[in-house]
Each structure stands twice: as C-alpha cells, then as structure tokens.
C-alpha cells in the first residue's frame, strides 16, 4: 500500500488533546477519563515532555514521539488503542531503563535482562489496566495479540497466566520476573527475526560488542555453507 503522507495524522502532547481526538469512541474517552490511575499516568507522561503520534490508513514511517499508534484505516479500534496506551506507558514510565543502549551493559545477558523486565513492566500495567476495566474488555479477553505466547509447543494466554499467578499470592516482583521469562521466549513475527526475544537480545549486544560477525565468515569458510545467528 502506498504512503499518503510521511507526517503523523496527529501529535498528542496532553491529557486534554487525548480526549479531544475523534479517531477514537467516545466509549474510549468515558473509560479513560473514570480511571484515575490511567489518568495520572498520562499526565506523568506528558509532563515529561514525551507525546503520542497518531498514523492513520497505514501511513507511518517512522517517528520520534515516545508513543506511535499506528492503523491501516481512518479510524482505531478501541480495544487496541487501550491495551497499546497501557503498554507503552508500562515502558515509559516503570522501566526506562530498557531503552539504554547496548554500550551501557557489561555483559549480553545484562542487557537482556534489562530488555525482558522493561517489557515485563509494560504487560504488567496493560494487565492491571484491564483488569480493572474488565467488564469494557468483555468477549475479548486476552485479545491484542501479545498477550497469546506460544513455548514448548504450549499456547499461553498471558492474562490466564498472571491471573493465576496473582491466585497463588506471587508478590509484584515475582510476577515480573515471571512475565519477563516468558517474554524472552516469545517468538515475534514482523521483526525480520525468527528466534525468540531472548535470542535475538544476545544477538544484537554480540553483533555489536564484538567481532561475531568475522567469526561467523570464519566458520562459513570452514564448513563450506551459510552459518546463520
């Protein structure tokens, strides 16, 4: 499909601008506006002079806002825009860290722990957020894609899975290294990568801290055929 711009359709910068948008249901708008903890984290987030981009009928090509939304068509779906909104303010605002640079990190595993926990927060609070908006989220129950994980040739539906943690009275901290585990093992689609999260986390920090690359031709040369990483 063609690019009809190359400028998001908006650019949100408040809590006030959210609620004045119209790509979005009114049903949205009422939720938003009822819950108080979504509503202090949005003003967190602006308040950090972070904003949320809006591309509209498959427009996006890439931004520089904190939040970028993204729908093939000249609308969104609701249940989408909330759990990407609660995600994506789950890394902004509980674990920044994710988003130091792979020089920062001493070691692979390091930085992928880092990487899995920032995403182990932002499940965490898509997660609270739906559960205490259950009854909005109704016939959709783990809907929005990353909560379904496949591993060990298991499907997993993450929301099933903290739930039942929380039933076994884990404490905040073990349920995010649960989540965070999981994650690693989650194989992503869309990414040009076919290995899990884990995997491809210790390929970025070699591929970049080290000379794996001139290994790899290395070991082509001696075994005669592509060694793929």
Not at 5 to 17: A, K, L, R
Not at 65 to 90: K, Q, V
Not at 132 to 138: I, M, Y
Not at 180 to 185: D, Q, T
Request: cysteine-free; hydrophobic content about 30%.
């Amino acid at each position: 499909m063609a690019y009809p711009h190359t400028s998001p359709n908006q650019v949100i910068s408040s809590y006030n601008e959210l609620l004045n948008q119209t790509f979005f249901s009114d049903d949205v708008k009422n939720l938003i506006s009822n819950d108080n903890e979504i509503i202090g984290q949005l003003n967190d987030f602006f308040a950090k002079g972070k904003s949320i981009s809006v591309w509209l009928n498959d427009a996006f090509k890439g931004g520089n806002s904190n939040i970028n939304i993204i729908s093939d068509t000249n609308s969104l779906n609701d249940h989408y825009f909330l759990f990407l909104i609660a995600h994506e303010l789950g890394h902004n605002l509980f674990y920044p860290d994710q988003y130091r640079g792979i020089n920062q990190f001493v070691t692979a595993k390091d930085y992928n722990d880092s990487r899995m926990m920032g995403e182990a927060w932002a499940n965490w609070n898509k997660y609270k957020f739906y559960k205490r908006n259950k009854s909005f989220f109704t016939g959709s129950y783990g809907s929005g894609g990353e909560e379904e994980y496949t591993y060990a040739n298991k499907d997993y539906n993450m929301f099933v899975l903290i739930e039942g943690w929380e039933n076994e009275r884990k404490s905040e901290t073990e349920i995010l290294k649960e989540i965070a585990k999981l994650n690693g093992n989650y194989r992503p689609s869309g990414m040009g990568w076919t290995g899990t999260y884990e995997q491809g986390n210790i390929r970025s920090f070699l591929l970049k801290k080290t000379d794996i690359e001139k290994d790899i031709k290395e070991v082509e040369t001696i075994i005669g055929r592509n060694f793929s990483l």
